[in-house]
């Protein structure tokens, strides 16, 4: 396994995000509720720069307990990331699509030590 150093943590601070390269890649490193995430900086859709997008919260269905519809609302707790070219949103935790959890972005580990943050590989 290697690690890549992507920078000071004070450097990410909550809801900010920095891209790095790695040969002739980039791996997007976000912060969310005091947690590191990575991703590979490509949407699996075309390709899109899907670390660069927005972050939302997850729209989810109301129902009612005859499972009625009776509407729609954004999730207290769940975060996803939305490629800027097509809207395919990926869920900040896990990578997997929202509309198609058979798709996904790769996702890296992340290390914070000593006020350093760092994307381990392998």
């Keep these: 396994m290697s690690e890549i150093l992507v920078g000071a943590s004070s450097e ?4 900010a995000r920095r891209i790095v390269s790695y040969g002739e ?3 997007g490193v976000i912060r969310i509720a005091g947690r590191l995430h990575a991703f590979l900086n490509v949407c699996p859709h075309q390709g899109g720069p899907v670390c660069q997008g927005m ?3 997850k729209v989810e269905e109301v129902v009612d307990s005859d499972r009625k519809f ?3 609302k954004f999730s207290d ?3 996803n990331l939305v490629c800027p ?14 509309g198609d959890g058979k ?3 790769r996702k890296f580990a992340v290390r914070e030590e000593e ?3 760092y994307v381990v590989i392998g």
């Design 77 to 79: 707790d769940k975060i």
């Design 25 to 27: 890649q980039e791996i």
């Design 12 to 15: 990410i601070p909550e809801s």
């Design 115 to 117: 006020g350093k943050i």
């Design 55 to 57: 972050l939302i919260h």
């Design 85 to 98: 070219w097509h809207g395919w949103e990926f869920d900040i935790e896990t990578g997997r699509c929202a």
């Design 103 to 105: 798709q996904g972005v």
């Design 70 to 72: 009776k509407g729609m």
